[in-house]
């Protein structure tokens, strides 16, 4: 098991999945609004015109990061990693939590690496969730801070500065290392997702020699083990099966034996989090690939060498990191072990 198999088996566990929802609060405007309030109150209350000072520089800040967001995503418009449709760049909740550390941090020098902290777990939690790519959030601090720092050096008079020492230099670094790493572990897991991952917008299709459609009654006489029954989603419209537990087979016949490329439409079982399942697929005993799934809906390629194939019946095996029952995760009776749900397989 390598490193980024490792900080899989840790995300998908049901706490993190938790934490990682709660985490993201700390950049939604309602949660920017409550500290205004609180940092405005406590102004009044101790007749602290700095503190009040604060609150109404806070509450600007995210203001002006939230629209300077807005126009830069419909300007730029860069596609999501699991709904493309949909503007990703910047990360508003990135932006506006790395524009709130920096006020807060201003306000109160002494907090500054929880304030950080929390705007660097806001950042990987939009990771976790998929709704944007590392540079997305990346970008987005950037940007927080590029709307803040002009703000906060002309309205916020800095109080004395904690003193350096050893203890604050080594809690800022673990901030930093902790930033560091998840923005690392999730463009690593980017990396590996688009090593297989294709556009078929942009993909040149000549016609299939096989074609398999899942959740057909003619499909299923090539199914072997590992298989649920045929679904209809989408109104009918889309016919799948879903794997059962971590391996399933099924046979396909090649009229011809050369290089070809194997194309598959997958939808792994994610029921918040990021994916982090993966498929190795064999054919006739021989290992081809491992695929690194994303969330949702995506087609993979890869290529097949003519040595491991043959003419007539070859056997397609597939297994999978991990399988999951809906019960454990989600308010259902359905108890099935599922792992990934397929809907087409070509060979060109």
Same mark, same amino acid.
């Given at each position: 098991? !390598? #490193?980024?198999?490792?900080?899989?088996?840790?995300?998908?566990? =049901?706490?993190?999945?938790?934490?990682? +929802?709660?985490? +993201?609060?700390? +950049?939604?405007? &309602?949660?920017?609004?409550i500290i205004t309030l609180l940092l405005v109150a406590h102004g009044h209350i101790n007749n602290n015109q700095r503190t009040k000072r604060a609150g109404i520089t806070f509450f600007a800040t995210v203001l002006l990061t939230g629209i300077a967001t807005e126009l830069l995503r419909h300007v730029i418009?860069?596609?999501?990693?699991?709904?493309?449709?949909?503007?990703?760049?910047?990360?508003?909740?990135? &932006?506006?939590?790395? =524009?709130?550390?920096?006020?807060?941090?201003?306000?109160?020098?002494?907090?500054?690496?929880?304030?950080?902290?929390?705007?660097?777990?806001?950042?990987?939690?939009?990771?976790?969730?998929?709704?944007?790519?590392?540079?997305?959030?990346?970008?987005?601090?950037?940007?927080?801070?590029?709307?803040?720092?002009?703000?906060?050096?002309?309205?916020?008079? %800095?109080?004395?500065?904690?003193?350096?020492?050893?203890?604050?230099?080594?809690?800022?670094?673990?901030?930093? #290392?902790?930033?560091?790493?998840?923005?690392?572990?999730?463009?690593?897991?980017?990396?590996?997702?688009?090593?297989?991952?294709?556009?078929?917008?942009?993909?040149?299709?000549?016609? =299939?020699?096989?074609?398999?459609?899942?959740?057909? =009654?003619?499909?299923?006489?090539?199914?072997?083990?590992?298989?649920?029954?045929?679904?209809?989603?989408?109104?009918?419209?889309?016919?799948?099966?879903?794997?059962?537990?971590?391996?399933?087979?099924?046979?396909?016949?090649?009229?011809?034996?050369?290089?070809?490329?194997?194309?598959?439409?997958?939808?792994?079982?994610?029921?918040? +989090?990021?994916?982090?399942?993966?498929?190795?697929?064999?054919?006739? !005993?021989?290992? #081809?690939?491992?695929?690194?799934?994303?969330?949702?809906?995506?087609?993979?390629?890869?290529? #097949?060498?003519?040595?491991?194939?043959?003419?007539?019946?070859?056997?397609?095996?597939?297994?999978? !990191?991990?399988?999951?029952?809906? %019960?454990?995760?989600?308010?259902?009776?359905?108890?099935? &072990?599922?792992?990934?749900?397929? !809907?087409?397989?070509?060979?060109?």
């Amino acid at each position: 098991m !390598d #490193v980024i198999e490792l900080g899989c088996s840790i995300l998908r566990t =049901a706490l993190l999945e938790r934490l990682m +929802g709660l985490f +993201g609060y700390f +950049g939604h405007g &309602s949660v920017a609004s409550i500290i205004t309030l609180l940092l405005v109150a406590h102004g009044h209350i101790n007749n602290n015109q700095r503190t009040k000072r604060a609150g109404i520089t806070f509450f600007a800040t995210v203001l002006l990061t939230g629209i300077a967001t807005e126009l830069l995503r419909h300007v730029i418009s860069v596609p999501r990693p699991v709904r493309p449709s949909s503007p990703g760049f910047p990360s508003g909740q990135t &932006s506006v939590a790395f =524009a709130s550390a920096s006020v807060l941090t201003a306000t109160f020098p002494a907090f500054g690496p929880l304030f950080y902290l929390l705007a660097m777990l806001t950042a990987l939690s939009r990771l976790y969730f998929r709704a944007h790519f590392t540079s997305d959030v990346v970008g987005s601090a950037i940007i927080g801070l590029l709307v803040a720092m002009p703000i906060i050096n002309k309205f916020i008079t %800095r109080p004395h500065a904690p003193e350096p020492g050893l203890t604050r230099f080594g809690i800022w670094t673990g901030v930093a #290392v902790l930033g560091i790493s998840g923005l690392a572990f999730f463009y690593a897991m980017e990396s590996r997702i688009d090593a297989y991952r294709v556009d078929l917008q942009s993909t040149q299709n000549g016609p =299939a020699i096989v074609s398999v459609d899942f959740g057909t =009654a003619e499909t299923r006489s090539y199914l072997r083990y590992g298989w649920f029954g045929d679904e209809q989603w989408l109104g009918g419209k889309q016919t799948v099966v879903w794997s059962n537990g971590l391996a399933s087979e099924l046979t396909i016949n090649l009229p011809k034996v050369l290089n070809s490329r194997f194309r598959l439409r997958l939808f792994p079982y994610a029921p918040k +989090g990021a994916a982090c399942q993966t498929v190795e697929v064999r054919i006739n !005993d021989t290992n #081809v690939h491992k695929i690194f799934l994303e969330k949702g809906w995506h087609s993979y390629e890869f290529i #097949v060498p003519q040595t491991a194939v043959k003419i007539g019946a070859n056997s397609v095996q597939f297994f999978y !990191d991990h399988s999951e029952s809906p %019960r454990a995760r989600e308010n259902t009776t359905d108890a099935r &072990s599922l792992g990934v749900a397929f !809907d087409k397989l070509e060979v060109f």
